[in-house]
Protein backbone atom coordinates (compact mmCIF):
# COMPACT_ATOMS: atom_id res chain seq x y z
CA UNK A 1 0.00 0.00 0.00
CA UNK A 2 2.29 2.57 1.51
CA UNK A 3 4.64 1.22 -0.96
CA UNK A 4 2.81 1.64 -4.03
CA UNK A 5 1.85 5.55 -3.13
CA UNK A 6 6.18 5.64 -3.08
CA UNK A 7 6.39 3.91 -6.63
CA UNK A 8 3.61 6.11 -8.36
CA UNK A 9 5.08 9.43 -6.41
CA UNK A 10 8.85 8.25 -7.78
CA UNK A 11 7.08 7.33 -11.32
CA UNK A 12 5.41 10.72 -11.57
CA UNK A 13 7.97 12.92 -10.58
CA UNK A 14 10.77 10.68 -13.01
CA UNK A 15 8.03 11.86 -15.84
CA UNK A 16 8.25 15.57 -14.71
CA UNK A 17 11.78 15.76 -14.44
CA UNK A 18 12.59 13.48 -17.35
CA UNK A 19 15.85 11.76 -16.45
CA UNK A 20 17.46 9.25 -18.43
CA UNK A 21 17.08 6.48 -15.68
CA UNK A 22 16.14 6.14 -12.29
CA UNK A 23 17.98 4.23 -9.49
CA UNK A 24 16.76 3.67 -6.30
CA UNK A 25 20.08 3.66 -3.30
CA UNK A 26 20.36 0.37 -0.80
CA UNK A 27 22.78 2.61 1.45
CA UNK A 28 25.29 -0.37 1.03
CA UNK A 29 29.10 0.41 1.32
CA UNK A 30 29.71 -1.37 -1.88
CA UNK A 31 27.21 1.16 -3.73
CA UNK A 32 29.06 3.98 -1.57
CA UNK A 33 32.07 2.83 -3.26
CA UNK A 34 30.45 2.89 -6.52
CA UNK A 35 29.50 6.34 -6.36
CA UNK A 36 32.46 7.53 -4.80
CA UNK A 37 34.32 6.33 -8.02
CA UNK A 38 32.18 7.62 -10.26
CA UNK A 39 32.60 11.23 -8.79
CA UNK A 40 36.57 11.20 -8.75
CA UNK A 41 36.80 9.65 -11.90
CA UNK A 42 34.80 12.29 -13.64
CA UNK A 43 37.00 15.33 -11.61
CA UNK A 44 34.02 16.10 -9.62
CA UNK A 45 35.77 14.68 -5.64
CA UNK A 46 39.44 14.73 -5.19
CA UNK A 47 40.42 11.37 -3.13
CA UNK A 48 42.33 12.40 -0.46
CA UNK A 49 45.79 11.00 0.39
CA UNK A 50 44.90 7.62 1.65
CA UNK A 51 47.21 7.10 4.81
CA UNK A 52 46.30 10.60 6.14
CA UNK A 53 43.23 10.76 5.37
CA UNK A 54 41.48 7.24 4.44
CA UNK A 55 38.59 7.03 2.27
CA UNK A 56 37.96 10.98 2.54
CA UNK A 57 37.17 13.00 -0.57
CA UNK A 58 37.38 16.73 -1.81
CA UNK A 59 34.54 18.78 -3.14
CA UNK A 60 34.25 22.35 -4.49
CA UNK A 61 31.41 23.91 -4.89
CA UNK A 62 30.37 26.50 -7.79
CA UNK A 63 31.56 30.17 -6.22
CA UNK A 64 27.66 31.19 -6.54
CA UNK A 65 26.82 28.09 -4.68
CA UNK A 66 28.14 28.36 -1.12
CA UNK A 67 25.34 28.43 2.06
CA UNK A 68 21.69 28.77 2.60
CA UNK A 69 19.54 30.99 0.51
CA UNK A 70 17.46 32.66 2.89
CA UNK A 71 15.55 34.62 0.39
CA UNK A 72 15.03 32.18 -1.93
CA UNK A 73 13.79 29.68 0.38
CA UNK A 74 10.02 29.87 0.99
CA UNK A 75 6.85 28.89 3.06
CA UNK A 76 4.20 27.94 0.87
CA UNK A 77 1.49 27.81 3.20
CA UNK A 78 -2.46 28.24 2.49
CA UNK A 79 -2.68 31.30 4.66
CA UNK A 80 0.10 34.12 4.43
CA UNK A 81 -0.62 34.40 8.54
CA UNK A 82 0.63 30.81 8.70
CA UNK A 83 4.34 32.36 7.57
CA UNK A 84 4.15 35.14 9.54
CA UNK A 85 6.65 37.92 9.31
CA UNK A 86 9.69 36.35 9.44
CA UNK A 87 9.34 33.84 6.34
CA UNK A 88 9.01 34.54 2.77
CA UNK A 89 5.18 33.34 2.08
CA UNK A 90 4.21 32.47 -2.01
CA UNK A 91 0.44 31.22 -2.17
CA UNK A 92 0.99 27.02 -2.59
CA UNK A 93 -0.69 27.20 -6.46
CA UNK A 94 1.78 29.71 -7.54
CA UNK A 95 4.58 28.24 -5.86
CA UNK A 96 3.56 24.92 -7.46
CA UNK A 97 3.02 26.94 -11.02
CA UNK A 98 6.60 28.29 -11.10
CA UNK A 99 8.57 25.26 -10.03
CA UNK A 100 6.77 22.61 -12.11
CA UNK A 101 8.38 24.72 -15.20
CA UNK A 102 11.02 24.98 -13.75
CA UNK A 103 11.39 20.65 -12.90
CA UNK A 104 9.98 20.03 -16.46
CA UNK A 105 12.99 18.12 -17.94
CA UNK A 106 15.41 19.31 -15.28
CA UNK A 107 16.92 15.87 -14.97
CA UNK A 108 17.45 15.09 -18.98
CA UNK A 109 20.83 13.54 -19.27
CA UNK A 110 21.25 12.60 -15.49
CA UNK A 111 20.38 10.19 -13.73
CA UNK A 112 17.60 10.50 -11.00
CA UNK A 113 18.51 8.91 -7.47
CA UNK A 114 15.98 7.41 -4.88
CA UNK A 115 17.28 8.27 -1.02
CA UNK A 116 15.20 6.15 1.34
CA UNK A 117 16.26 7.99 4.50
CA UNK A 118 15.00 7.77 8.07
CA UNK A 119 15.34 11.14 10.69
CA UNK A 120 16.03 9.52 14.38
CA UNK A 121 17.01 6.00 15.29
CA UNK A 122 15.34 2.74 12.94
CA UNK A 123 12.53 1.90 15.45
CA UNK A 124 11.89 5.27 17.80
CA UNK A 125 8.30 6.06 18.04
CA UNK A 126 9.93 9.45 16.85
CA UNK A 127 11.45 8.69 14.09
CA UNK A 128 10.13 10.08 10.49
CA UNK A 129 10.63 8.34 7.00
CA UNK A 130 11.50 11.02 3.88
CA UNK A 131 12.34 10.16 0.77
CA UNK A 132 14.53 12.50 -1.61
CA UNK A 133 14.82 12.09 -5.39
CA UNK A 134 17.94 14.05 -6.58
CA UNK A 135 20.18 14.04 -9.32
CA UNK A 136 22.84 15.17 -7.49
CA UNK A 137 25.36 12.18 -6.62
CA UNK A 138 27.26 14.78 -4.20
CA UNK A 139 23.69 14.60 -2.05
CA UNK A 140 23.50 11.04 -1.99
CA UNK A 141 27.06 10.28 -0.55
CA UNK A 142 26.40 12.81 2.20
CA UNK A 143 22.88 12.18 3.00
CA UNK A 144 24.49 8.51 3.50
CA UNK A 145 26.38 10.10 5.93
CA UNK A 146 24.05 12.57 7.93
CA UNK A 147 20.90 10.55 8.29
CA UNK A 148 19.96 6.46 8.12
CA UNK A 149 19.96 5.78 4.58
CA UNK A 150 18.98 2.72 2.40
CA UNK A 151 16.95 -0.23 2.34
CA UNK A 152 16.65 -0.55 6.21
CA UNK A 153 14.79 2.93 6.08
CA UNK A 154 12.26 1.98 3.33
CA UNK A 155 11.93 -1.69 5.47
CA UNK A 156 10.51 0.79 7.53
CA UNK A 157 7.80 2.09 5.23
CA UNK A 158 4.93 -0.39 6.77
CA UNK A 159 5.35 0.41 10.08
CA UNK A 160 5.70 4.17 9.94
CA UNK A 161 2.60 4.52 6.94
CA UNK A 162 3.77 7.19 5.37
CA UNK A 163 6.93 9.40 4.33
CA UNK A 164 7.97 13.13 3.49
CA UNK A 165 8.57 13.59 0.04
CA UNK A 166 11.70 15.24 -0.93
CA UNK A 167 12.09 16.26 -4.50
CA UNK A 168 15.24 17.89 -5.45
CA UNK A 169 17.03 19.08 -8.72
CA UNK A 170 20.62 21.45 -8.99
CA UNK A 171 18.79 22.87 -12.30
CA UNK A 172 20.78 21.98 -14.72
CA UNK A 173 19.89 19.72 -17.41
CA UNK A 174 21.97 18.32 -20.28
CA UNK A 175 21.45 18.14 -23.72
CA UNK A 176 23.26 15.52 -25.90
CA UNK A 177 27.08 15.60 -25.85
CA UNK A 178 26.59 18.84 -23.45
CA UNK A 179 29.81 18.71 -21.20
CA UNK A 180 28.95 18.22 -17.26
CA UNK A 181 30.09 21.33 -15.19
CA UNK A 182 32.08 20.46 -12.17
CA UNK A 183 29.78 21.78 -9.95
CA UNK A 184 26.40 22.79 -11.73
CA UNK A 185 23.96 24.57 -10.35
CA UNK A 186 20.95 27.53 -11.32
CA UNK A 187 21.55 30.80 -11.40
CA UNK A 188 20.27 32.33 -7.48
CA UNK A 189 16.79 33.60 -9.07
CA UNK A 190 15.91 30.59 -10.26
CA UNK A 191 16.97 28.95 -7.02
CA UNK A 192 14.13 27.56 -4.68
CA UNK A 193 14.20 26.32 -1.43
CA UNK A 194 10.36 25.33 -0.91
CA UNK A 195 8.38 23.88 1.81
CA UNK A 196 4.39 22.95 1.53
CA UNK A 197 3.76 22.80 5.34
CA UNK A 198 0.21 21.22 4.95
CA UNK A 199 1.19 18.54 2.88
CA UNK A 200 4.47 17.89 4.58
CA UNK A 201 6.24 18.40 1.46
CA UNK A 202 9.70 19.63 0.08
CA UNK A 203 10.67 21.30 -3.51
CA UNK A 204 14.03 22.18 -4.08
CA UNK A 205 15.82 23.69 -7.05
CA UNK A 206 18.99 25.33 -8.19
CA UNK A 207 21.26 24.47 -5.41
CA UNK A 208 23.70 21.33 -4.31
CA UNK A 209 24.81 22.84 -1.14
CA UNK A 210 24.38 21.82 2.41
CA UNK A 211 21.29 22.66 3.67
CA UNK A 212 19.58 23.63 0.43
CA UNK A 213 20.61 20.23 -1.27
CA UNK A 214 20.50 17.97 1.97
CA UNK A 215 16.94 17.74 2.02
CA UNK A 216 16.82 15.70 5.76
CA UNK A 217 18.31 18.35 7.45
CA UNK A 218 16.89 21.91 7.97
CA UNK A 219 13.98 21.43 5.39
CA UNK A 220 12.71 18.29 7.34
CA UNK A 221 14.00 17.68 10.32
CA UNK A 222 13.41 21.63 11.11
CA UNK A 223 11.08 23.58 8.86
CA UNK A 224 8.81 21.14 7.95
CA UNK A 225 8.89 19.07 10.84
CA UNK A 226 8.65 21.94 13.59
CA UNK A 227 4.86 22.34 11.56
CA UNK A 228 4.71 18.69 12.45
CA UNK A 229 5.46 18.89 15.99
CA UNK A 230 3.29 21.91 16.54
CA UNK A 231 0.03 20.00 15.42
CA UNK A 232 1.30 16.36 17.23
CA UNK A 233 2.35 18.31 20.58
CA UNK A 234 6.29 17.98 20.24
CA UNK A 235 9.18 19.89 19.41
CA UNK A 236 11.55 20.40 16.37
CA UNK A 237 14.40 22.59 17.98
CA UNK A 238 17.83 23.81 16.37
CA UNK A 239 19.81 22.24 19.24
CA UNK A 240 22.54 20.38 20.61
CA UNK A 241 22.20 17.83 23.10
CA UNK A 242 25.03 16.79 25.48
CA UNK A 243 25.37 14.09 28.19
CA UNK A 244 27.44 15.50 31.74
CA UNK A 245 28.10 13.42 33.95
CA UNK A 246 30.08 14.41 37.48
CA UNK A 247 32.95 12.99 39.28
CA UNK A 248 30.29 10.72 40.84
CA UNK A 249 29.16 9.20 37.95
CA UNK A 250 26.01 10.84 38.10
CA UNK A 251 24.93 12.37 34.36
CA UNK A 252 22.48 14.58 32.81
CA UNK A 253 21.35 15.40 29.53
CA UNK A 254 21.18 19.23 28.41
CA UNK A 255 19.82 20.68 25.04
CA UNK A 256 21.22 24.02 23.83
CA UNK A 257 20.05 26.62 21.37
CA UNK A 258 22.51 29.29 19.74
CA UNK A 259 22.44 31.15 16.74
CA UNK A 260 25.71 30.87 14.45
CA UNK A 261 28.89 30.97 15.15
CA UNK A 262 28.58 30.53 18.68
CA UNK A 263 30.02 27.39 18.66
CA UNK A 264 27.62 24.60 19.22
CA UNK A 265 29.35 21.59 18.01
CA UNK A 266 32.42 22.82 20.02
CA UNK A 267 30.04 22.61 23.25
CA UNK A 268 28.51 19.52 22.05
CA UNK A 269 31.96 18.03 22.36
CA UNK A 270 33.01 20.40 25.33
CA UNK A 271 36.72 18.79 26.91
CA UNK A 272 36.32 19.44 30.45
CA UNK A 273 38.72 21.61 32.40
CA UNK A 274 37.69 20.19 35.60
CA UNK A 275 39.08 16.66 36.61
CA UNK A 276 36.33 14.24 37.10
CA UNK A 277 33.62 16.28 35.27
CA UNK A 278 32.66 15.01 31.46
CA UNK A 279 30.91 15.48 28.72
CA UNK A 280 29.43 13.60 26.06
CA UNK A 281 27.44 14.26 22.17
CA UNK A 282 24.33 13.17 21.23
CA UNK A 283 24.21 15.72 18.28
CA UNK A 284 25.24 18.97 17.58
CA UNK A 285 22.55 20.36 15.74
CA UNK A 286 18.74 19.52 16.06
CA UNK A 287 16.91 17.71 19.21
CA UNK A 288 13.07 16.54 18.38
CA UNK A 289 11.95 16.90 22.09
CA UNK A 290 8.81 15.04 23.03
CA UNK A 291 6.97 14.26 26.19
CA UNK A 292 7.84 10.13 27.52
CA UNK A 293 5.03 8.59 29.90
CA UNK A 294 5.95 10.39 32.71
CA UNK A 295 5.55 13.52 31.54
CA UNK A 296 9.27 14.19 31.07
CA UNK A 297 10.68 15.74 27.64
CA UNK A 298 12.84 13.36 26.12
CA UNK A 299 14.86 14.20 22.80
CA UNK A 300 16.58 12.11 19.81
CA UNK A 301 19.15 13.68 17.36
CA UNK A 302 17.19 13.01 14.27
CA UNK A 303 20.46 12.75 12.39
CA UNK A 304 23.14 10.43 12.20
CA UNK A 305 26.01 13.03 11.22
CA UNK A 306 27.92 16.10 11.21
CA UNK A 307 27.55 18.54 8.82
CA UNK A 308 30.15 21.20 10.85
CA UNK A 309 31.85 24.24 9.95
CA UNK A 310 35.50 23.55 8.90
CA UNK A 311 37.31 27.22 9.35
CA UNK A 312 38.21 27.46 12.93
CA UNK A 313 38.14 23.83 13.62
CA UNK A 314 41.30 22.80 15.64
CA UNK A 315 42.99 20.07 17.78
CA UNK A 316 43.31 23.23 20.63
CA UNK A 317 39.57 24.27 19.99
CA UNK A 318 37.73 21.34 18.96
CA UNK A 319 39.72 17.98 19.20
CA UNK A 320 36.87 15.19 18.98
CA UNK A 321 35.69 17.26 15.72
CA UNK A 322 39.56 16.66 14.44
CA UNK A 323 39.57 12.97 15.10
CA UNK A 324 35.69 12.67 13.72
CA UNK A 325 37.42 13.82 10.43
CA UNK A 326 40.62 11.61 10.34
CA UNK A 327 39.18 9.10 8.02
CA UNK A 328 35.72 8.73 6.31
CA UNK A 329 34.83 11.84 5.56
CA UNK A 330 33.93 14.34 2.88
CA UNK A 331 35.40 17.82 2.69
CA UNK A 332 33.56 20.96 0.78
CA UNK A 333 34.96 23.96 -0.63
CA UNK A 334 38.21 23.66 2.20
CA UNK A 335 41.94 24.13 0.94
CA UNK A 336 44.00 21.04 -0.37
CA UNK A 337 47.83 20.81 0.71
CA UNK A 338 50.42 19.21 -2.01
CA UNK A 339 50.41 16.34 -0.17
CA UNK A 340 46.54 15.72 -0.93
CA UNK A 341 45.45 16.49 3.06
CA UNK A 342 42.92 18.88 3.91
CA UNK A 343 43.88 22.88 5.64
CA UNK A 344 41.59 25.83 6.50
CA UNK A 345 41.71 29.25 8.23
CA UNK A 346 41.70 28.42 12.13
CA UNK A 347 43.07 24.98 11.70
CA UNK A 348 46.07 24.05 13.89
CA UNK A 349 49.58 25.42 12.97
CA UNK A 350 51.11 27.70 10.04
CA UNK A 351 49.89 28.07 6.36
CA UNK A 352 51.65 25.50 4.53
CA UNK A 353 54.04 27.63 1.45
CA UNK A 354 51.43 26.64 -0.94
CA UNK A 355 48.05 24.81 -1.41
CA UNK A 356 45.12 24.63 -3.44
CA UNK A 357 42.58 26.85 -2.65
CA UNK A 358 38.67 26.09 -2.75
CA UNK A 359 38.67 27.78 -6.14
CA UNK A 360 41.20 25.45 -7.44
CA UNK A 361 43.48 27.59 -7.58
CA UNK A 362 47.26 28.46 -6.70
CA UNK A 363 47.64 29.83 -3.10
CA UNK A 364 50.31 30.93 -1.66
CA UNK A 365 50.32 32.98 2.37
CA UNK A 366 50.79 36.12 0.41
CA UNK A 367 47.46 35.89 -1.27
CA UNK A 368 44.66 38.16 0.02
CA UNK A 369 41.62 35.72 -0.56
CA UNK A 370 41.33 32.79 2.29
CA UNK A 371 42.21 29.24 1.25
CA UNK A 372 39.08 27.66 2.20
CA UNK A 373 35.84 29.24 2.05
CA UNK A 374 34.20 30.70 5.46
CA UNK A 375 31.47 28.35 4.94
CA UNK A 376 33.31 24.92 3.98
CA UNK A 377 32.20 22.40 5.83
CA UNK A 378 32.87 18.98 6.92
CA UNK A 379 30.53 16.08 6.73
CA UNK A 380 31.15 12.94 9.22
CA UNK A 381 29.40 10.17 10.67
CA UNK A 382 28.62 10.74 15.07
CA UNK A 383 29.97 7.42 15.52
CA UNK A 384 33.15 8.76 14.15
CA UNK A 385 33.16 10.79 17.37
CA UNK A 386 35.11 9.62 19.79
CA UNK A 387 33.43 11.31 22.51
CA UNK A 388 29.81 9.88 21.49
CA UNK A 389 27.27 9.37 24.25
CA UNK A 390 26.26 5.66 24.23
CA UNK A 391 22.50 6.68 24.45
CA UNK A 392 23.21 8.26 20.83
CA UNK A 393 21.12 5.96 18.95
CA UNK A 394 18.49 5.31 21.63
CA UNK A 395 15.21 4.80 20.11
CA UNK A 396 12.97 6.33 23.66
CA UNK A 397 15.64 9.47 23.76
CA UNK A 398 17.65 10.84 26.82
CA UNK A 399 16.07 12.97 29.01
CA UNK A 400 16.37 16.34 28.99
CA UNK A 401 17.31 17.99 32.99
CA UNK A 402 18.35 21.75 31.35
CA UNK A 403 17.99 23.61 28.37
CA UNK A 404 20.05 26.53 27.44
CA UNK A 405 20.32 29.61 25.31
CA UNK A 406 22.58 32.31 24.46
CA UNK A 407 24.18 34.15 21.67
CA UNK A 408 27.63 36.38 21.36
CA UNK A 409 26.40 39.45 23.77
CA UNK A 410 29.69 41.75 24.65
CA UNK A 411 27.32 43.36 27.16
CA UNK A 412 24.35 43.54 29.30
CA UNK A 413 23.88 39.52 29.28
CA UNK A 414 25.53 37.44 32.44
CA UNK A 415 27.48 34.63 31.89
CA UNK A 416 24.89 32.43 33.15
CA UNK A 417 21.22 33.12 34.31
CA UNK A 418 18.69 30.50 35.34
CA UNK A 419 14.79 31.63 34.66
CA UNK A 420 12.56 31.28 37.34
CA UNK A 421 10.06 29.20 35.88
CA UNK A 422 8.92 28.00 32.40
CA UNK A 423 7.15 30.73 30.60
CA UNK A 424 10.40 33.07 31.94
CA UNK A 425 12.44 30.61 30.30
CA UNK A 426 10.59 31.05 26.88
CA UNK A 427 11.06 34.56 27.12
CA UNK A 428 14.93 34.17 27.45
CA UNK A 429 14.38 31.97 24.26
CA UNK A 430 12.53 34.26 22.76
CA UNK A 431 14.89 37.87 22.99
CA UNK A 432 18.01 35.97 22.65
CA UNK A 433 20.29 36.44 19.70
CA UNK A 434 23.45 37.91 19.07
CA UNK A 435 25.07 41.54 18.36
CA UNK A 436 25.89 41.77 14.52
CA UNK A 437 29.96 41.84 14.09
CA UNK A 438 32.39 43.76 12.32
CA UNK A 439 31.93 41.50 9.37
CA UNK A 440 28.92 42.83 8.57
CA UNK A 441 27.53 46.72 7.89
CA UNK A 442 29.63 48.65 10.34
CA UNK A 443 25.98 50.88 10.75
CA UNK A 444 24.85 48.09 12.22
CA UNK A 445 27.38 47.98 14.68
CA UNK A 446 25.75 47.20 18.45
CA UNK A 447 22.66 46.08 17.15
CA UNK A 448 21.48 42.95 18.58
CA UNK A 449 19.72 40.09 15.77
CA UNK A 450 17.04 38.51 17.20
CA UNK A 451 16.50 34.85 16.58
CA UNK A 452 14.16 33.31 19.05
CA UNK A 453 15.87 29.67 20.20
CA UNK A 454 17.94 30.21 16.88
CA UNK A 455 15.05 29.46 15.16
CA UNK A 456 14.22 32.45 13.06
CA UNK A 457 15.13 30.58 9.62
CA UNK A 458 14.37 27.24 10.62
CA UNK A 459 10.28 27.73 12.02
CA UNK A 460 7.76 26.07 9.46
CA UNK A 461 4.86 28.53 10.33
CA UNK A 462 4.44 31.65 12.45
CA UNK A 463 6.69 32.77 14.89
CA UNK A 464 4.15 34.13 17.37
CA UNK A 465 2.41 30.43 16.98
CA UNK A 466 5.87 29.04 17.56
CA UNK A 467 6.42 30.89 21.05
CA UNK A 468 2.37 30.25 21.48
CA UNK A 469 3.60 26.36 21.26
CA UNK A 470 6.38 26.36 23.49
CA UNK A 471 4.16 27.68 25.96
CA UNK A 472 1.00 25.39 25.65
CA UNK A 473 4.28 22.76 25.70
CA UNK A 474 4.20 23.39 29.69
CA UNK A 475 0.57 22.74 30.01
CA UNK A 476 0.88 19.07 29.53
CA UNK A 477 2.71 18.22 32.13
CA UNK A 478 3.82 19.43 35.85
CA UNK A 479 6.00 22.37 36.28
CA UNK A 480 8.51 20.08 38.49
CA UNK A 481 9.26 17.59 35.35
CA UNK A 482 10.08 20.33 33.10
CA UNK A 483 13.51 21.35 31.94
CA UNK A 484 15.09 24.34 33.50
CA UNK A 485 16.00 27.24 31.44
CA UNK A 486 19.29 28.78 31.63
CA UNK A 487 20.47 31.91 29.37
CA UNK A 488 24.56 31.49 28.47
CA UNK A 489 27.29 33.94 27.21
CA UNK A 490 30.42 32.93 26.73
CA UNK A 491 31.16 36.08 24.50
CA UNK A 492 31.01 38.86 26.92
CA UNK A 493 33.55 41.81 26.89
CA UNK A 494 35.34 44.85 28.98
CA UNK A 495 35.55 48.20 27.91
CA UNK A 496 38.72 47.60 26.29
CA UNK A 497 37.16 44.84 23.68
CA UNK A 498 38.75 41.78 25.89
CA UNK A 499 36.68 38.67 26.54
CA UNK A 500 36.02 38.44 30.45
CA UNK A 501 35.15 34.79 30.16
CA UNK A 502 37.83 31.71 28.85
CA UNK A 503 35.26 29.68 26.79
CA UNK A 504 35.66 26.30 25.79
CA UNK A 505 36.76 23.85 27.51
CA UNK A 506 36.34 26.22 30.76
CA UNK A 507 32.50 26.36 30.02
CA UNK A 508 32.24 23.00 32.17
CA UNK A 509 32.46 25.25 35.19
CA UNK A 510 29.15 26.80 34.28
CA UNK A 511 27.57 23.57 33.25
CA UNK A 512 28.96 22.41 36.59
CA UNK A 513 27.29 25.28 38.35
CA UNK A 514 23.72 24.25 36.38
CA UNK A 515 24.64 20.68 37.46
CA UNK A 516 24.67 21.37 40.77
CA UNK A 517 21.73 24.05 40.36
CA UNK A 518 19.27 21.16 39.31
CA UNK A 519 20.54 19.18 42.17
CA UNK A 520 19.56 21.70 44.46
CA UNK A 521 23.16 22.28 45.76
CA UNK A 522 24.37 25.01 44.04
CA UNK A 523 24.01 28.63 45.73
CA UNK A 524 22.47 31.66 43.42
CA UNK A 525 21.38 34.69 44.07
CA UNK A 526 18.39 36.47 42.95
CA UNK A 527 17.78 39.36 40.70
CA UNK A 528 15.11 41.02 38.18
CA UNK A 529 16.35 39.32 35.27
CA UNK A 530 16.27 35.40 37.21
CA UNK A 531 18.94 33.45 39.50
CA UNK A 532 22.40 34.34 39.37
CA UNK A 533 25.60 32.02 40.72
CA UNK A 534 27.33 34.06 43.53
CA UNK A 535 30.84 34.86 42.80
CA UNK A 536 31.78 31.44 44.92
CA UNK A 537 29.58 29.13 43.16
CA UNK A 538 31.69 29.34 39.92
CA UNK A 539 34.23 26.65 40.00
CA UNK A 540 37.27 28.29 39.33
CA UNK A 541 39.92 25.62 40.85
CA UNK A 542 42.90 25.09 37.68
CA UNK A 543 42.29 28.38 36.32
CA UNK A 544 42.90 32.04 36.83
CA UNK A 545 39.94 34.22 36.81
CA UNK A 546 40.14 37.57 38.45
CA UNK A 547 37.37 38.37 41.09
CA UNK A 548 36.81 41.88 39.04
CA UNK A 549 36.66 39.72 35.96
CA UNK A 550 33.93 37.04 36.99
CA UNK A 551 32.10 40.09 39.01
CA UNK A 552 31.65 41.74 35.68
CA UNK A 553 30.69 38.98 34.17
CA UNK A 554 27.71 38.24 36.98
CA UNK A 555 26.96 41.90 36.89
CA UNK A 556 22.96 43.18 35.90
CA UNK A 557 23.51 46.86 35.10
CA UNK A 558 20.00 48.45 35.16
CA UNK A 559 20.99 51.23 32.66
CA UNK A 560 22.27 48.46 30.19
CA UNK A 561 18.66 46.27 30.71
CA UNK A 562 16.74 49.40 30.27
CA UNK A 563 18.06 49.60 26.93
CA UNK A 564 17.21 46.06 26.75
CA UNK A 565 13.68 45.39 27.60
CA UNK A 566 12.92 48.07 25.18
CA UNK A 567 14.86 46.43 21.99
CA UNK A 568 12.92 43.10 23.15
CA UNK A 569 9.29 45.25 23.27
CA UNK A 570 10.52 46.43 20.21
CA UNK A 571 11.23 43.38 18.85
CA UNK A 572 7.77 41.72 20.08
CA UNK A 573 6.05 44.27 18.03
CA UNK A 574 7.43 43.49 14.75
CA UNK A 575 5.91 40.21 15.77
CA UNK A 576 2.52 41.55 16.22
CA UNK A 577 -0.94 40.01 17.39
CA UNK A 578 0.30 36.39 17.63
CA UNK A 579 2.96 36.95 19.92
CA UNK A 580 1.54 35.57 23.30
CA UNK A 581 0.55 38.33 26.33
CA UNK A 582 2.32 36.08 28.61
CA UNK A 583 5.94 36.82 27.08
CA UNK A 584 5.23 40.66 26.94
CA UNK A 585 3.63 40.19 30.69
CA UNK A 586 7.23 38.65 31.18
CA UNK A 587 9.09 42.07 30.08
CA UNK A 588 6.78 44.06 32.30
CA UNK A 589 7.10 41.98 35.03
CA UNK A 590 11.20 42.36 34.80
CA UNK A 591 10.85 46.09 34.11
CA UNK A 592 8.79 46.60 37.69
CA UNK A 593 12.02 44.36 39.36
CA UNK A 594 14.13 46.94 38.29
CA UNK A 595 12.29 50.03 39.60
CA UNK A 596 11.24 48.23 42.86
CA UNK A 597 14.97 47.32 43.36
CA UNK A 598 15.75 51.19 42.42
CA UNK A 599 13.23 52.37 44.74
CA UNK A 600 14.22 50.43 47.29
CA UNK A 601 18.15 51.98 47.18
CA UNK A 602 16.69 55.52 46.36
CA UNK A 603 14.73 55.14 49.71
CA UNK A 604 18.35 53.63 51.37
CA UNK A 605 17.02 50.41 52.44
O1 LIG B 1 33.15 27.79 20.39
C1 LIG B 1 33.41 28.68 21.18
N1 LIG B 1 33.08 28.56 22.52
C2 LIG B 1 32.30 27.38 22.99
C3 LIG B 1 33.18 26.25 23.27
C4 LIG B 1 32.78 25.16 23.90
N2 LIG B 1 34.07 29.82 20.73
C5 LIG B 1 34.37 29.99 19.29
C6 LIG B 1 33.21 30.69 18.64
C7 LIG B 1 33.26 30.63 17.15
C8 LIG B 1 32.70 29.38 16.58
C9 LIG B 1 34.41 30.78 21.61
N3 LIG B 1 35.04 31.96 21.44
C10 LIG B 1 34.12 30.66 22.97
C11 LIG B 1 33.44 29.51 23.44
O2 LIG B 1 33.18 29.37 24.64
N4 LIG B 1 34.55 31.78 23.60
C12 LIG B 1 35.10 32.56 22.65
C13 LIG B 1 35.70 33.88 22.89
C14 LIG B 1 37.16 33.72 23.22
C15 LIG B 1 38.07 33.62 22.19
C16 LIG B 1 39.43 33.46 22.48
C17 LIG B 1 39.84 33.41 23.79
C18 LIG B 1 38.93 33.50 24.82
C19 LIG B 1 37.58 33.66 24.53
N5 LIG B 1 41.25 33.29 24.00
C20 LIG B 1 41.96 33.54 25.13
O3 LIG B 1 41.43 33.89 26.12
C21 LIG B 1 43.39 33.26 25.08
MN1 LIG C 1 22.45 24.59 12.48
Not at 223 to 231: E, G, L, N, Y
Not at 242 to 252: A, F, S, V
Not at 327 to 354: R, S
Request: aromatic share 10%.
Amino acid sequence: MHAKKLTIWVNKMASLCQPDRVVWCDGSDAENERFLNELTATGKAIALHPEKRPRCHAFFSDPSDVARVEDRTFIASKKESDAGPTNNWQPPRKMKKTMLKLFKGSMKGRTMYVIPFMMGPFDSPLSKIGIQLTDSLYVVVNMRIMTRMGQQALDRLPAKKTFIPCLHSIGHPLAPGEPDPLWPAAPIERKYISHFPEKRLIWSYGSGYGGNALLGKKCLALRIASKMAKDEGWMAEHMLILKITNPEGRHKFFAAAFPSACGKTNLAMLVSKLPGWKVETIGDDIAWISLDQEGRMRAINPEKGFFGVAKGTSYASNPSAMRAVEKDTIFTNVAITDDMDVWWEGIDGKPPAHLMDWKRADWTPDKETPAAHPNSRFTTAITNCPVIAPEWDDPEGVPISAILVGGRRPSTIPLVHESVDWTHGVFMGSMMGSEVTAATISTMLGIVRRDPFAMLPFIGYHVGDYLAHWLEMAEKTEASKLPRIYYVNWFRKDEHNRFLWPGFGDNIRVLKWIFERLDGTAEAKETPIGYLPTRNAIDRSGVNIKNADLDALLTVDPAEWQDELKSINHFYESIGEKLPDALTDVLKHIQAQFEDVAGNQGEGS
